[in-house]
């Protein structure tokens, strides 16, 4: 048995610098279903935004509306500090776009695809471009429509990143690629971002990832943003509380700052928010239970809180 | 520049001979038009006529390709719609304006009216690729030089001497390019996959790009395909109920055809009629309003219209091959043969819808030409059709793999089943009802079973193959 306390944690937004995005009050539905329900959202410089939701939770849908390529039924999106009907304008020099799925132009071969598209960019790192086709093992003589799924995802971030783009968007770009090819794209993902103001969104399932470039984490649920905080700040204020005794719980205790609460057995899982270690010690030692303190890795409060 | 040539580029690209033909195409109407002092006048028309037809199918491809490409995702792309503008500006001044230009400094009589002429045309083969409707228009203008021509040669000589005509084409051709732009540059979200065996004969006037990926489709075209989808899903649950309750080998054949061929039940199939029924009524139409009208033509586009299936049968197995490994599965056959034979024994039910829907697209041109000899149309039809539909399966079962070959192959038995109706035709009158039939029969049948047999045999010979067709 498990409940979700209705607790809502402050959203995260740097208010010191211009964002790179700013979404407000964005509502997207297909026919009848409101996938996301007026969305307020954004999205400092010079962060990797980790975007995380379960399945169906609209991250794809999100994605494609901050990048006007999924019309949106209210609300306004403004990337670069201009309002973004539609995709266009010099701005566009400065995105970059991984799909989840790859499936463009399979006629074209991978040098005409990367021929062609470096041809709209005012700015195109030729020589990182080459060095991933060598180093990920991409045929340029190959037809997109014959490389596996994994390869075309390789392809896509190739063609992403090579522009340098200032933001990039990435949507659950690591889901097919093999764990080295997931390293070594992590890899370029981070030296891409020490130069400065480059800013990422990520949506993944790899946590492990998320973790690896100390993202922001922002988390997509019933069709809207519960939050968007540091992942060092989660580390550090949310702990898991379990508290064990003989005969289990009744009812879940209760704590202050309680974001989750699973009954277990014997056990009481507790996720809170800035948990208070005395005040939990005087509530186990009253309750005739053992206290544990834990900290949740960011997969457990994933599993948690979407 | 860069931009605008790799834009350029693309049909070249995806359709080489094609594109190179055209561009040839240009290339004799220009040389005919720099021949027009030393020749005459007479030569800039037939230039005209050149650059007029090759302007159509070189803007058809053009709007082939370029739908391709426009994919909400190549929005993003710095600058797509300018450079895209700026790629079409100089396919219009290499259609249209510099040999426009070059006949107004020939002097060549006509040469704006021509000039405009051309640029419609190229704005409706451009609208073409997107929304066939738009060739409606030229077949319009067919069907009325046919009806009436005298009327169509008065209007002619009207347009040539009308100060209107060029403003008035301009302003067709701008509107015509716009719709079809609009549709192209629109973004939206995607629409769910269909099934690739779904029976897209309606859909005929729903273009596919290059790529292969469907037009957009409007709101009739929607509701059609939702009314199709609604009678998908009453079927698989009829025939599930009944394997249910009576699970026999027959009933879960039904099953299995329902899951390979969506379209193919009795109520769909009753509703394609219906609305093809409409279109064979316009092509009808047309014909009859022609000089030299021979009602016996009606068989022969009947018999075009029901082998149109399957060539969409050949691409869609191909593409479901990967989904085709559940079904496999699901079934659990004892051997790979029986598994083929499954779908063997599955598919071959379109010998018979195939041979029914021809016959009652002939009885409906029957009855609105007024056919003086219906019984021997109908006979005939339906003899073909069945030979015509044996092959045409069979040789998709294990025909070529490559498009090239599969779209000759198309093209054979198509028009070889339209050829040999004719040559059932005269059989039928030349011999009579009885003996003609019984020798088209033989020739037919025998033909057709004989290929079947061979591909089926073929068919069970090889393993199945659950690999995704390459690009």
């Known amino acids: ?306 | 520049m860069r931009a605008v040539w790799q834009l350029w580029l693309q049909p070249c690209r995806q359709v080489l001979v094609a594109a190179l033909l055209l561009q040839l195409t240009w290339l004799v109407g220009a040389i005919l038009l720099a021949c027009t002092p030393a020749v005459g006048a007479g030569i800039a028309g037939v230039a005209a006529t050149l650059f007029g037809f090759g302007a159509w199918f070189w803007f058809t491809l053009l709007g082939l390709s370029v739908r391709g490409l426009c994919r909400p995702e190549s929005f993003l792309l710095p600058g797509f719609r300018q450079r895209l503008a700026a790629m079409g500006t100089l396919q219009v001044a290499q259609w249209v304006l510099l040999p426009t230009l070059v006949a107004l400094l020939m002097r060549v009589p006509h040469a704006l009216q021509g000039g405009a002429g051309i640029l419609l045309l190229a704005a409706i083969g451009l609208a073409a690729s997107s929304a066939r409707y738009v060739n409606l228009l030229v077949w319009a203008l067919f069907i009325l030089a046919g009806w009436q021509p005298g009327l169509a040669s008065q209007l002619g000589k009207a347009l040539v001497a009308s100060p209107w005509t060029v403003p008035l084409a301009l302003l067709l051709a701008a509107l015509i390019a716009r719709l079809s732009l609009r549709a192209m540059l629109r973004i939206e979200d995607q629409e769910a996959n269909t099934s690739p065996l779904e029976n897209v004969q309606l859909g005929r006037s729903r273009a596919r790009s290059l790529d292969g990926t469907p037009a957009r489709r409007g709101k009739l075209a929607k509701r059609i395909a939702a009314l199709f989808d609604n009678t998908s899903q009453w079927a698989m649950e009829q025939a599930l109920a009944r394997y249910r309750a009576k699970p026999t080998w027959r009933l879960r054949m039904v099953l299995v055809r329902r899951l390979l061929l969506p379209h193919d039940n009795p109520l769909a199939i009753a509703l394609r009629l219906v609305l093809v029924a409409a279109i064979v009524a316009f092509y009808v139409l047309a014909m009859m309003h022609r000089q030299h009208f021979n009602a016996a033509v009606v068989g022969a586009y009947a018999v075009l219209l029901g082998l149109s299936r399957f060539p969409q049968l050949g691409r869609g197995m191909r593409q479901m091959r990967p989904n085709l490994a559940d079904l496999y599965l699901t079934l659990a056959p004892p051997t790979r043969a029986d598994y083929q034979q499954t779908l063997i024994d599955a598919l071959a039910v379109l010998v018979p819808i195939t041979v029914l829907t021809t016959v009652a697209y002939t009885g409906l041109g029957i009855v609105l030409t007024h056919a003086a000899e219906p019984v021997r149309m109908l006979i005939d039809a339906a003899i073909v059709t069945l030979g015509a539909s044996l092959t045409a399966l069979a040789v998709h079962l294990v025909g070529p793999e490559g498009g090239f070959g599969r779209g000759m192959v198309d093209f054979v038995v198509t028009l070889g089943g339209m050829a040999v109706y004719w040559g059932g035709y005269w059989l039928l009158g030349t011999l009579g009802i009885a003996f003609g039939s019984a020798v088209l029969l033989l020739v037919t049948l025998g033909f057709g079973l004989g290929v079947w047999t061979s591909a089926r045999r073929e068919y069970l010979r090889r393993p199945p193959s659950f690999d995704a067709p390459l690009a």
């Open chain 1, 1 to 306: 048995m498990s409940t979700i306390a209705a607790t809502p944690m402050p959203p995260f937004a740097d208010t010191r610098v211009e964002p790179v995005l700013r979404v407000s009050g964005l509502r997207k539905c297909f026919k009848q279903r409101e996938v996301l329900r007026g969305i307020d959202w954004e999205v400092p410089p010079g962060r990797v935004i980790g975007l995380l939701g379960r399945n169906g939770a609209g991250k794809t849908t999100l994605l494609r509306c901050l990048l006007g390529l999924s019309p949106i039924d209210a609300g306004t999106v403004e990337l670069f500090g201009e309002t973004m009907t539609e995709p266009g304008g010099e701005r566009m020099h400065r995105i970059g776009f991984v799909p989840q799925t790859f499936d463009l132009f399979p006629w074209m071969k991978v040098r005409a695809y990367l021929d062609f598209t470096a041809a709209f960019y005012a700015r195109w790192n030729h020589a990182l471009a080459e060095r991933l086709l060598g180093d990920w093992q991409l045929d340029p003589k190959q037809k997109i429509g014959e490389l596996s799924q994994g390869q075309r995802q390789k392809l896509a971030i190739v063609r992403a990143i090579a522009p340098e783009p200032d933001l990039l968007v990435l949507d659950e770009p690591v889901a097919s690629l093999d764990p080295q090819a997931r390293r070594a794209f992590m890899a370029e993902l981070l030296e891409l971002m020490k130069a400065p103001g480059k800013t990422v969104i990520f949506s993944t399932h790899i946590t492990a990832d998320l973790e690896r470039a100390d993202a922001d984490i922002t988390l997509l649920r019933d069709g809207a943003i519960q939050f968007t905080r540091p992942l060092a700040e989660l580390r550090e204020r949310l702990h898991r509380v379990v508290l064990v005794r003989t005969g289990g719980w009744p009812q879940a205790p209760v704590v202050a700052g309680l974001l989750k609460a699973t009954l277990k057995g014997d056990e009481a899982q507790l996720l809170v928010e800035d948990a208070n270690p005395e005040s939990l010690h005087a509530l186990a030692s009253r309750e005739g239970a053992t206290l544990r303190i834990e900290t949740p890795t960011l997969e457990d409060l994933f599993v948690e809180l979407a």
